[in-house]
Nanobody, 120 residues
Framework: QVQVMESGGGLVQAGGSLRLSCVYS????????MGWYRQAPGLQRELVAS???????YYADFVKGRFTISADNAKNTQYLQMSSLEPEDTAVYYC??????????????WGRGTQVTVVA
């Protein structure tokens, strides 16, 4: 089985920084791409940032220049470094990965989400 474990969420003041982590555990052969999504109260889930294991990355316009996505391939861990946080960034953040467990084809895996709250 594959386990997805997120950490790093919390309460932070506007202008501050926060670092989210997501660890993929289990018999994983490879990860093709990974990303971070968020869902604010009353709104739809939206893509924040994504990247491939080759290094290509994408950022939503509203976080470009403030957030950075990265990964430690040896540890099957992805990160989201968030800086200059704004109250509008308040949401539940989810990690996502397209990966292949041993003996299986690629599939989408999601974390359970971690709350990020930014106050003025």
């Amino acid at each position: 089985q594959v386990q997805v474990m997120e950490s790093g969420g919390g309460l932070v003041q506007a202008g501050g920084s926060l670092r989210l982590s997501c660890v993929y555990s289990g018999s994983i052969v490879s990860i093709s791409d990974m990303g971070w999504y968020r869902q604010a109260p009353g709104l739809q889930r939206e893509l924040v940032a994504s990247m491939t294991t080759r290094g290509s990355s994408y950022y939503a316009d509203f976080v470009k220049g403030r957030f950075t996505i990265s990964a430690d391939n040896a540890k099957n861990t992805q990160y989201l470094q968030m800086s200059s946080l704004e109250p509008e960034d308040t949401a539940v953040y989810y990690c996502h990965g397209n990966l292949a467990p041993r003996g299986y084809d690629y599939a989408d895996y999601w974390g359970r989400g971690t709350q990020v709250t930014v106050v003025a």
